[in-house]
Structure formats: C-alpha cells, structure tokens
C-alpha cells in the first residue's frame, strides 16, 4: 500500500505508551462506542454522577449488554469485541455509523523487547483480513498504524460497498486514538483520497444549447 503523504506521518508516542492520565485510561478501556460517548460528555459537563457505575466497566454482562440493546441496536457497537489480554490495551479504533455501530480495533501490549499488536472485530474477525496479529521491535508511526489497520480492515472498500463517497463516506466512520492524537486526520485523508466524492458532470441540455448557438 502506497503511503499518503501528510504531516505527522512519522509520528511516534514515545516508549511510555501506558503513561496516559487516568481518566483517559478509563474511557480508552470501555468497548461499547455508546458507553464512552455517554462518559465523554458527563466528563465535558461535569456530571459523572448522572452515569451508572456499571457503565465504567470495560464490558457489560451479558444480561446488562441485552438490557441495553434492547433500548436501541446502536447501543450495542462495540460491546462484542473480544475481552483485551493482560496488559494489552486499545490504541486506536474505528466506528462505523452503521445499524448496529461495529467498531473494529487495534490492541498492543509489550512482550519482551517487541510491541504486539492484535486487530480485533465483533465477529470473530469474519471482517478482517489476512493475519490480524502483528510484531514489531518500535512502536508503529502513525503512517505504519494507518496502513496496517487498512490492510487488515480495508475501509475504502467498506464504504464503495455501501455506495458512500466524499462527505457520506467520511460521515459513515469515526475514527479515534488516545495515543496517536492525528490518527482521525489521517484515516480522514486515506478516505478522501479513496472514497472522493463523484465529480459533477456538465447539464447535458445545456452543453447541447453552447452547439446551438
């Protein structure tokens, strides 16, 4: 895959990967995408002690999880994802405006004197392709990050197959990282440049009217 050209590319969080406040952990930790927006906005408005303590936990049970879909399918995106290893954790994910909200995702963990990274979906990788689990020596660049999470999880190819381009297509995917602060910018460049949108095409009536004259 040719790398895009943007700024930022090389950048690289430093090897104190799990110094992130607290707060940021928390949210970071939480699978269902309706979960977390609800804590991001009591936190923006300071009204955590409106939330539920049970929607802290990083997964719901399963009669919690019915519960809540119940109430609205989207509620469930990303309440499936596969339970996170030990000291493994989510750097990055991408939710789509679908029925349900899917969410694919990226987790890392530390093993030795290698960075594992493991790409993860709400179907047992059924969406996924290729291997979904990766070794490296240094943490991956934001380029590298991009690039393989597109490799596993071709997004392009996810919106032509639901006919989206230009601004639908860019409005069908959230992407988010509280590790890599331009990994939206970026995933929203590989999609403008993949999924642009139709060029307009001249009013055939009026082109026929220029030949009149």
Known sequence: MKPLPLHHDDFRPSDGI?????????????????????????TAEDRLEEVHPDFYESALSDAERTLWGRLHPRHLGGEFLPDRKRAELEIARITLDSTTQD???LY?????????YRAVDEYSGETLRGPTQF????????????????QVYPLDQVCHGNDLTGDEAQAFCTPYSAYYPYFEERVRAY???????????????????????
Do not use: N, Y
């Open 18 to 42: 799990f110094a992130l406040p607290a707060e940021t952990l928390l949210i970071a930790s939480i699978k269902g995408a309706s979960r977390r927006k609800m804590i991001e906005q009591a």
């Open 108 to 116: 890392a963990r530390r093993s030795g004197d290698r960075f594992v």
């Open 103 to 105: 969410v694919v995702c």
């Open 135 to 150: 070794r490296r020596r240094r943490q991956l660049t934001q380029a590298e990050l991009v690039q393989l999470l597109m």
């Open 191 to 213: 999609l403008a440049e993949r999924c642009p949108a139709p060029e307009v095409e001249a009013d055939a009536e009026e082109d026929e009217d220029e030949d009149d004259e």
